[in-house]
């Protein structure tokens, strides 16, 4: 036996229990790991409580670091041992997890077990908003949200690196500091935000909106863009848009939206292993501060639910088994 997270049906972050299931082990394909940390990402919360279509009973989690405790039939890349992290796996939150060994990503020396739990999800996520998404240049003007949390600290350090101009919002002056600390150039509150940009911007708006806050947000953000301008909503962290009529976009001025996810940007192998080299190689170099802000033992899993969607997180959110 080993422990895991369930929740037995959809609800509140209280659905969340620990509790003793049969240990895993790696089907063919498969690796069997132990779990060193288990990253906490928003769409966790949103699966919990049934936003999206999931089977119950669930373990929740996509993302881990570890040590493969067990190689399956077929697998040739990887021995017991080593040390692997996934953004594509299923019920992180346990002691033991088996992922796809396609879909694992070797840990490079320089990457701590927390780093490498931290920053598949998020910093691939990062990496395609600014490369395949919306291909950012050098000099352009972005407006991203909630530039303290775990997706917002990593795009802004990366789209300064691009020799970006960075605008972010933040809900308190200590999310401030942090979003500042990341390189951002101009950090708003949410209220008057969009008034705010527009003045920032000599009246002209900016060339790329990221936003993953969604409902509070959307409609601000639209407001914000440059004529040819694209608003990318990449999440729902106060809800989601509701229906829109396309026929704004061009009285907007000729704008574009799009409602991009991580899975579409992982097509392949080589696309896989460009982003999280690019992501771990900058994490090991220094050249990308991964901040963990959150630390729960794995039995606590209820109240980093809590915690993140109370808006009291920063940067990354980690279970310890
Ligand atoms: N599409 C994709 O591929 C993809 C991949 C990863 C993440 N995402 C999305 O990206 C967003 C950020 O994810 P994350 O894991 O990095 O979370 P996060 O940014 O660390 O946490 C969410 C942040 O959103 C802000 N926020 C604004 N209004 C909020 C509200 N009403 N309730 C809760 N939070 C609110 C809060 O920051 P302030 O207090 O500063 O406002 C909060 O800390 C989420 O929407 C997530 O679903 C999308």
């Not at 192998?269 to 794995?298: C, H, M, T």
Request: proline share 5%.
């Amino acid at each position: 036996m080993s422990k895991a997270i369930v929740a037995n049906q959809p609800g509140g972050p209280e659905v969340l229990e620990l509790t003793d299931v049969d240990q895993p082990s790696a089907g063919p394909g498969q690796l069997l790991i132990r779990v060193a940390a288990v990253g906490v990402n928003f769409i966790d919360t949103y699966e919990r409580q049934g936003v999206y279509n999931v089977p119950f009973p669930y373990t929740p989690g996509s993302e881990a670091s570890g040590t493969i405790e067990q190689v399956g039939e077929g697998v040739e890349d990887y021995q017991v041992g080593q040390r692997v992290a996934t953004a594509e796996g299923r019920g992180t939150y346990a002691e033991y997890t088996v992922v796809d060994a396609d879909k694992a990503l070797p840990v490079p020396d320089g990457v701590s077990d927390e780093a490498a739990a931290a920053l598949p999800l998020q910093g691939m996520t990062a990496h395609y908003l600014i490369n395949s998404t919306y291909k950012v240049e050098p000099g352009q003007t972005v407006l991203t949200h909630a530039g303290a949390g775990g997706v917002g600290l990593l795009l802004t350090q990366l789209l300064k690196a691009r020799g970006a101009r960075v605008i972010t919002t933040v809900s308190s002056e200590e999310k401030e500091q942090l979003a500042r600390a990341a390189g951002a150039d101009e950090v708003l509150r949410y209220e008057g935000f969009a008034d705010r940009v527009r003045e920032l911007t000599d009246g002209r708006g900016v060339d790329v909106v990221f936003d993953g806050v969604g409902k509070e947000t959307f409609e601000g953000s639209l407001s914000t863009l440059r004529k040819r301008g694209m608003m990318v909503l990449f999440g729902g962290a106060s809800g989601q848009v509701p229906p829109f009529d396309l026929q704004r976009l061009n009285a907007l001025g000729s704008l574009f939206v799009t409602r991009p996810k991580l899975k579409d940007h992982l097509l392949n192998p080589q696309e896989r292993r460009w982003r999280s080299d690019e992501i771990f190689n900058a994490a090991a170099g220094g050249k990308l501060d991964v901040r963990v802000g959150e630390r729960y033992p794995l039995a606590e899993a209820a109240q980093a639910h809590r915690d993140l969607q109370g808006r009291k997180t920063t940067g990354k959110v980690l279970l310890t088994p």
